[in-house]
Nanobody, 125 residues
Framework: QVQLVESGGGLVQAGGSLRLSCAAS????????MGWFRQAPGKEREFVAA?????????FYADSVKGRFTISRDNAKNTVYLQINGLKPGDTGVYYC?????????????????WGQGTQVTVSS
């Protein structure tokens, strides 16, 4: 079992930056691959980024965020991060952290078994 708690969201102006954090409970964090998803009002949840189970592991990004978003993890702290630079109004939404057991890093939300409650990111123009 893994419990996830996101933090770091907020209201920022376009062009600004945020670092989202996702703290995981449990002693087996290093055996879970982690993903970030987001959901804008009235839209479906979409994949943002994922990282495989080891610190500095393999990463995968949605095309829409490549070059602006960076996912990383610190297994010693049971935490995964999402650094967001060059924020755009289209990045507005609730950002969710997700976990799945194993090394694969799929983009489908259904492949992740554990989810946090989300953190709101609002980008003003």
């Amino acid at each position: 079992q893994v419990q996830l708690v996101e933090s770091g969201g907020g209201l920022v102006q376009a062009g600004g930056s945020l670092r989202l954090s996702c703290a995981a409970s449990g002693r087996t964090f290093s055996t879970y691959s982690m993903g970030w998803f987001r959901q804008a009002p009235g839209k479906e949840r979409e994949f943002v980024a994922a990282i495989s189970w080891w610190s500095g592991g393999r990463t995968f990004y949605a095309d829409s965020v490549k070059g602006r978003f960076t996912i990383s993890r610190d297994n010693a702290k049971n935490t995964v991060y999402l650094q967001i630079n060059g924020l755009k109004p289209g990045d507005t939404g609730v950002y969710y952290c997700a976990a799945r057991y194993g090394a694969d890093i799929p983009a489908r939300a259904g492949e992740y078994g554990y989810w946090g409650q989300g953190t709101q990111v609002t980008v003003s123009s």
